[in-house]
């Protein structure tokens, strides 16, 4: 009888850890995919701001995840990430826009509209993680909201961070790349063009031999908008 309590107690821990894995993958999932929506919206919504309606007549300004869902990098990339133990990553679907449609307010001075709506992606995950930031270090996160709730926001924000730096990278197709060129002088152009030509090759370069940098990058922000200090 005791090896079958024994055993009983075995199991149902095996099976509570595993659906404590599939809560786990279920919540992380769920974030990642709704966070790189909102980074794709805000993208469209910026556009939209400065007179190009491209992603509001496509239907693309809006969370509904089915318009926003890329079968590689909102669901098998993440799956694969999370598998093999890394940090879960993704993306969703770019939210179109016509460069040309683009209206330049004075305020711009002498910035291209297309920077604008490049760096309102980023922007847009950097928001989120201060937001929640916010309810940690001031809300009192660890007496007033529950352990769940903490954990939550703490993979929120770091998250977000994570996707904010990732994507503020200046090698196209990355959004940091048209900051980048809004600021090149027009004799650079060509570094535009071969930058373009093999951003491609430019990005594998990084994330295999630069992307470590991101993690401990995002980690720094993450305890200084929490309040930990660095």
Do not use: C
Not at 55 to 75: C, M, Q, V, W, Y
Not at 135 to 154: E, H, K, L, N, V
Not at 188 to 215: K, Q, T
């Amino acid at each position: 009888m005791q090896i079958g309590h024994a055993f009983a107690i075995s199991f149902y821990g095996i099976i509570n850890a595993s659906m404590n894995q599939v809560l786990q993958f279920i919540f992380q999932i769920a974030i990642l995919i709704l966070s790189v929506i909102i980074h794709e919206v805000s993208h469209g919504a910026v556009a939209y701001a400065l007179g190009d309606s491209t992603a509001k007549d496509e239907g693309r300004l809006t969370l509904n995840p089915i318009k926003h869902l890329d079968l590689f990098g909102s669901i098998l990339l993440p799956v694969f990430t999370y598998l093999m133990g890394g940090f879960i990553f993704g993306w969703a679907k770019p939210v179109p826009y016509n460069p040309y449609n683009l209206k330049r307010p004075r305020w711009l001075g002498r910035i291209s509209p297309d920077a604008l709506v490049g760096a309102a992606g980023p922007m847009s995950n950097i928001l989120l993680a201060i937001t929640f930031g916010f309810f940690i270090r001031f809300g009192g996160a660890y007496t007033i909201f529950p352990s769940a709730f903490f954990q939550i926001a703490s993979f929120i924000i770091f998250l977000n961070l994570v996707l904010a730096i990732f994507n503020l990278v200046p090698i196209p197709p990355l959004d940091g790349s048209k900051v980048l060129f809004a600021f090149l002088p027009g004799r650079a152009y060509e570094v535009e063009h071969f930058m373009e030509r093999y951003g491609i090759i430019l990005l594998l370069i990084f994330i295999f031999l630069l992307s470590g940098i991101i993690i401990p990058i995002a980690d720094f922000l993450f305890r200084i908008i929490i309040g930990l200090g660095v």
